[in-house]
């Protein structure tokens, strides 16, 4: 375990505190809880639909805070994560600790104060989810661990939507769904170039443990499943036909990127592998799915589409 000389002062900065916080990660998380509030029918005003974002964004870095605080010996062990601030020695496991509680529970309550507590409750839900649930129960013991994983990463849409409508409908649930069913495919495609770190430190992700071979073929199989789920918005009246145009290409050029990961052996051979491509295209799928899905409200709301 990796800990700090409490009676030195570490030379951490806001840049290690905004690290803890996972930004790159962040980034998605807030665009899709931002396309959530968007897309839902009804008003919101701004300033209280920036409080929510605002609140989305702290949340997210709060559990991901709570995250690295938790798993500091094993970022240790693993050559992507060893520079992180904790493990690097810039920063005391406490600190990063309080500093993700804080960020967690303040998040919590403001948005409980400023869009309701049925939003404020979905959002507490999220961070238990990911810094508890996941992070200290699922990924240590199962490479099911992103499958039920998944939903961590989900609520922000569904979030977003709620704090407009007040209300849990099925359009934000599909919104859910879709993310919960893109993150598979998406990390396993990350895990599959970076197995070697998890084996090392003994992290049960499905490549460590079920082999390539099995992982490329439910990665595929995730891909084929993820299709219908996408277009559910439109089957179910909630998208138009921007959205359903939009998402049939994205999901057909999703599935043509999975086709030789899931059909290839080994992850030897050339510098870009095909499971690279498809971890790139997964997060422009999903920022241009959501980005689909508010052009196509706002679109309804201007009278361009019926």
Known sequence: ???ADHSVALPAEWRDFLALTK????????????????AAPGHIHPVIGAIVILCIAVGAGGAAALNMWYESELDAGMKRTAQRPIPAGRMDRINARDFGIALSAGSVMVMGLAAGWLTAAL???????????????????????????????????????????????????????????????????????????????????????????????????????????????????????IYAIGATLLSLAFVGYSVP???RQSSEGDAMKPEKRLFRFSILYLFALFGLLVADRLAANAGLIA
């Open 261 to 263: 990961v899931g059909l």
């Open 1 to 3: 375990m990796i800990t």
């Open 23 to 38: 930004p790159r990660v962040m980034t998605l998380v807030v665009f899709t809880g931002l396309c959530g509030l968007l």
């Open 123 to 241: 959002l507490a839900i999220s961070i238990v989810y990911y810094a508890v649930v996941y992070t200290i129960w699922l990924k240590p013991r199962t490479p099911q661990n992103i499958v039920v994983g998944g939903g961590a990463g989900a609520f922000p849409p569904l979030i977003g939507w709620i704090a407009v409508t007040q209300e849990v409908t099925l359009m934000p649930i599909v919104l859910f769904a879709i993310i919960f069913m893109w993150t598979p495919p998406h990390f396993w495609a990350l895990a599959l170039f970076v197995k070697i770190d998890y084996a090392k430190v003994g992290i049960p992700m499905m490549p460590v443990v079920a082999g390539e071979t099995s992982t490329r073929r439910q990665i595929l199989i995730y891909a084929i499943l993820l299709a219908p789920v996408a277009m559910a918005p439109w089957f179910l009246g909630g998208a138009g036909m």
